[in-house]
């Protein structure tokens, strides 16, 4: 007879379990190269941001990743062409929280979340 727990019978052990099975959110894929997620991670044209997007579609400080939490947001700074998650442009200066495998798209230039 199997024995049964807390764990593997009731709701609350259920929810724990589909908790510890989702994946965690630590970097992103551009060009190639894989960028650890910091606590804040500014996009955009200019040099002052820690992901420089050399594109006219891109505005000068386009778009921001900040981690709130144990979990990680996008945000768009009021881009002139905005900033699209899952091919939906999300709205101005709203937080929009990321999870593994999204793309986030800048101008032509495309994120993954992993």
């Not at 989702?22 to 650890?36: A, E, G, H, T």
């Not at 991670?41 to 778009?63: M, Q, W, Y």
């Amino acid at each position: 007879m199997a024995e049964t727990t807390i764990v593997n019978d009731s709701p609350i052990g259920q929810h724990l379990n589909k908790i510890a099975e989702s994946k965690q959110v630590s970097y992103l894929v551009f060009n190639k190269k894989k960028i650890d997620l910091a606590a804040k991670i500014s996009f955009g044209r200019e040099p002052d941001n820690t992901v420089v997007i050399d594109s006219k579609l891109a505005s000068r400080h386009h778009c921001i990743i900040q981690k709130i939490r144990d979990e990680f947001f996008l945000k768009d700074e009021g881009s002139t062409n905005g900033t699209f998650l899952n091919g939906s442009r999300i709205p101005p200066d709203k937080y929009v929280k990321l999870n593994s495998g999204d793309k986030i798209r800048i101008g032509s230039s495309e994120l993954v979340i992993s």
